[in-house]
């Protein structure tokens, strides 16, 4: 069984920082990529930032130059550093992690952490 905790959302001042950590854990052989998603009241799901197991990362152009992602391979935990936060950052963020689950197995699956509720208000 395969579980992925993220936490660090909160309430935060525009202009504010929070940081994110989302840790998966279980029956793993290896983990590839690892991101952050995140949805808004009424709007789809969309892709804040991915990284990938050797450093790559993509980001959404609403992000790009406030947002940090990084991972830390040996803990299997990925972190999103959020700075210069807007109302419209505004979501709840659901970690993600697209990893294999036993070497012969050479399928990729997705997990979902349970998401953490963001607010950017004054």
């Known amino acids: 069984q395969v579980q992925l905790v993220d936490s660090g959302g909160g309430l935060v001042q525009p202009g504010g920082s929070l940081r994110l950590s989302c840790a998966a854990s279980?029956?793993?052989?290896?983990?590839?990529?690892m991101g952050w998603y995140r949805q808004a009241p009424g709007k789809q799901r969309e892709l804040v930032a991915t990284?990938?197991?050797?450093?790559?990362?993509n980001y959404a152009d609403s992000v790009k130059g406030r947002f940090t992602i990084s991972r830390d391979n040996a803990k299997n935990t990925v972190y999103l550093q959020m700075n210069s936060l807007k109302p419209e950052d505004t979501a709840v963020y659901y970690c993600n992690a697209r990893l294999r689950l036993r070497v012969w197995d050479l399928n990729e699956y997705n997990y979902w952490g349970q998401g953490t509720q963001v607010t950017v208000s004054s």
């Open positions: 990284i990938t197991s050797g450093g790559s990362t």
């Open positions: 279980g029956s793993i052989f290896s983990i590839n990529a």
